[in-house]
């Protein structure tokens, strides 16, 4: 269809005049309402206003403008109709060839700290997403465009043809369908979020891409990263990177994970990640002694691993880095020196982010096929547990910070999953066994000498005593775990028979 009519009316200013000036040189009548219309206006071009075309002014501060029969009469008319085109005879209707609308800033006010629940509201669009609705159901007739990305392809188009091409209206209706459906779910989330509505009757969400991946997992799976419009600016989707290849599926689930265990600790820590589980994590005062027992702890595995600090990573610590193949460091910052030294290794991703900014729990969203499961971020910690010491003796203060670092971490560690740490790092991790005592027979001989004097943390309780058994033989000393199992006292009677201290948790740690 020739490009006769078009309506203008956008919130995104950004290259509206150029591609306006550009259509009606080509001959191309232009409708246009408020604020587009007077920037339009101020340049030059030339336009009709919309209660020109309505016979009816703009009321309620705006709210109501184009939601008018000559607007969608205009836009919904099929030209191949018969009856449709004598209707808009009959009322004295002009058809509208094109339409560019985008929408209020919901997104960009409820993002701001200050907001009010008012300016949220009056935030949401409606007329514009009803005419974009209207024109993108008509696309066989209308070309609609909701996105300054594609002024130029129309612009192109027109000058060759006078029209758009049917596959390019379809693909622009398909494009206006999707940004409707995204700006319907951010509103749909807030309110449900304002009313304290946990988990609707239908869950609704959305995402803007990042970038394409390479591939998947594997190298035949297709993939994409996607962000939560508003997320936090601590998460991986927000990284900056500063060095390297670009992430790879795998890289972005690891370095999540890595994220997620740091975030943990307040003082300076280090995680080295394999498979989205911990090889190794350390803490000490500064963050070269964190880096070097994280990397103690398993030097075999952390090679070519994911590395996150909670610290600047300074000269000294970028020196001991630069030893091994690491695919990724993230961190809050790197000092210059610590640059020169790191991107030498032109592969080597370095992103940084605010570690230490306060995220807000999300919902963690599971796919399964056909389906997904949505829970709470697991965020319980020791200190909101009850912990009691059902054992003959106490754990000693240096058991006590052992084990508190042994429950940090096994948190993380797919289940079955039991972790030993000594001091201020972790010694043996044994993760996602079929059952507990196969993942604790991995950590105390990934141990090995270490085990004796370490302590243990089990992400569940054990169903037998068999584990504490296996703990004892290795000479680990203090075990913390959630009890709860019917044969619990099995566990306390071989624990006292052993010397070891253990603590319940009353809390549970899986992870699938």
């Given amino acids: 269809m020739a490009i006769k009519r078009a309506l203008v009316s956008v919130s995104n200013k950004e290259g509206i005049v150029e591609f306006v000036q550009a259509l009606t040189e080509l001959g191309v009548e232009v409708i246009s309402t408020g604020g587009t219309k007077s920037q339009l206006q101020e340049a030059g071009v030339p336009v009709i206003g919309i209660s020109d075309v309505t016979g009816f002014p703009e009321i309620l501060d705006g709210r109501v403008k184009t939601l008018h029969p000559n607007i969608h009469g205009g836009l919904l008319a099929m030209r191949d109709v018969e009856t449709h085109q004598q209707q808009l005879e009959e009322h004295n209707i002009t058809p509208i060839d094109l339409v560019v609308v985008n929408l209020y800033p919901f997104k960009e006010t409820i993002a701001k700290p200050d907001v009010t629940f008012a300016d949220a509201i009056e935030n949401i669009d409606i007329g514009g997403p009803t005419m974009l609705r209207s024109a993108a159901k008509n696309h066989k007739f209308v070309t609609v465009v909701v996105d300054p990305s594609d002024y130029a392809t129309v612009v192109e188009q027109v000058k060759e043809t006078n029209e758009v091409s049917e596959e390019t209206r379809r693909k622009l209706a398909a494009k206006v369908f999707r940004h409707t459906a995204a700006y319907d779910s951010l509103i749909s989330e807030y309110l449900t979020e304002q009313v304290g509505e946990e988990f609707p009757e239908s869950y609704t969400v959305t995402y803007e891409k990042v970038q394409d991946l390479r591939y998947g997992e594997n190298p035949h799976q297709n993939a994409a990263f996607y962000k939560k419009p508003l997320g936090d600016k601590s998460s991986i989707a927000a990284a900056k990177q500063i060095n390297g290849k670009e992430l790879s599926y795998n890289n972005i689930q690891d370095a999540n994970a890595a994220l997620d265990i740091v975030k943990e600790f307040t003082e300076p820590a280090v995680v080295a990640v394999k498979h989205m589980n911990p090889c190794g994590v350390g803490t000490s005062e500064t963050i070269e002694e964190a880096y070097q027992k994280a990397y103690e702890a398993d030097p075999v595995s952390i090679f070519g691993g994911i590395v996150a600090a909670n610290r600047e990573i300074d000269h000294a610590t970028a020196l001991k880095m630069k030893e091994i193949f690491l695919e990724i460091i993230i961190a809050p910052s790197f000092t210059e020196e610590a640059l020169e030294v790191l991107t030498q290794k032109k592969n080597l991703r370095l992103l940084t982010l605010p570690i230490d900014e306060v995220d807000t729990p ?53 289940s079955n999953a039991i972790v030993l740490t000594k001091n201020d790092r972790t010694v043996g991790i044994g993760a996602g066994q079929m059952n507990r005592v196969g993942a604790a027979g991995i950590a105390i001989e990934q141990a090995g000498e270490e085990a004796k004097g370490a302590v243990m943390g089990s992400d569940a309780f054990f169903p037998m005593n068999d584990t504490v058994e ?43």
């Fill in 470 to 512: 296996a703990a004892g033989k290795a000479g680990v000393t203090a075990i913390i775990q959630p009890g709860g199992s019917i044969r619990d006292q099995e566990s306390i009677d071989k624990a006292n028979e052993l010397g070891i201290a253990m603590v319940f948790t009353g809390v549970r740690h899986f992870k699938h």
């Fill in 362 to 414: 999300e919902k963690r969203l599971t796919a399964v096929h056909g389906g997904v499961l949505v829970q709470d971020e697991d965020r319980y910690t020791l200190e909101n547990a009850e912990v009691t010491v059902p054992t003959d003796r106490q754990p000693t203060d240096e058991e006590w910070a052992a084990l508190k670092l042994a429950w940090k971490v096994v948190k993380h560690v797919k």
